[in-house]
């Protein structure tokens, strides 16, 4: 049963207009949330990241929203850019709280976001 | 530039040989991670280990082996491939999280397996 999903396999957007990707979780221990960047042939590349005691983090264009109750976290972009276009992995872990292989990330299956220019 | 490092990038290998994929890391990082990842899918953990001499097996079970005998160096075997194990491989490494600052793991750029 997957613990971190992204219903959404792909996304378009036009370029200058917010881009909302969205993930939600279903295992409450989980207390740290990350979101990864994926072009093809390529690793992931770690993008934001949010601990629960938070329900919001900013950096740059990049917002990711917590919503603790709901159990749902969303990443906003905003303005999207071409150079935005690539898969967006949602993780999740209990590490900050539990630690050892609860500490383990576990990731969703990815949204696919195209910005059109 | 990579901080960590997988070889081969792409492999096309017939069924029943022995490879080893390749990972280094450069970080000094304890924490060293496989993915197995197949397209529009998750990230699966296969492996991970802690430390040197630490192995462990991850969510998602898998004929391949690791060894960790240097911190660096986190190399994935598989005996007899198969089909089946046609797939893209990712190694990851992590340091401790801090409390306060950001934290996530930096991966390589992957293995892309193809076993005919």
């Known amino acids: 049963d997957q613990q971190v999903k992204q219903n959404s396999p792909s996304l378009s957007v036009q370029e200058g207009r917010i881009s909302i990707l969205n993930c939600d979780y279903t295992n409450s221990m989980f207390d740290y949330f990350l979101w990864y960047k994926k072009y093809p042939a390529e690793g992931p590349t770690f993008l934001i990241s949010i601990s629960s005691i938070k329900d919001k983090n900013e950096d740059g264009r990049f917002t990711v929203f917590l919503n603790k109750s709901a159990k749902h976290l969303s990443l906003h972009i905003v303005p999207s850019q071409p150079g935005d276009s690539a898969v967006y992995f949602c993780?999740?872990?209990?590490?900050?709280?539990?630690?050892?292989?609860?500490?383990?990330?576990?990731f969703g299956k990815g949204t696919k976001l195209s910005v059109k220019p | 530039e990579a901080d960590i490092y997988q070889t081969p990038r792409y492999l096309v290998i017939g069924t029943g040989k022995k490879i080893t994929l390749e990972c280094s890391q450069t970080?000094?990082?304890?924490?060293m991670y496989w993915y197995q990842q197949d397209p529009g899918m998750e990230l699966h953990l296969i492996h991970y280990?802690?430390?040197?001499?630490?192995?462990e097996k991850g969510d998602l079970s898998s004929e391949s082996t690791v060894s960790r005998i240097r911190t660096e160096h986190f190399p994935l075997t598989l005996e007899s491939a198969r089909p089946s194990h046609t797939s893209q491989y990712l190694c990851?490494?992590?340091?401790?999280?801090?409390?306060?600052?950001?934290?996530?793991?930096?991966f390589g750029s992957g293995t892309r397996l193809t076993v005919v």
């Open positions: 970080m000094g990082h304890d924490k």
């Open positions: 280990s802690y430390g040197v001499n630490s192995t």
């Open positions: 990851a490494s992590s340091d401790e999280i801090r409390v306060g600052m950001d934290y996530g793991y930096t």
């Open positions: 993780a999740a872990s209990a590490r900050l709280n539990y630690g050892g292989s609860q500490g383990n990330l576990i």
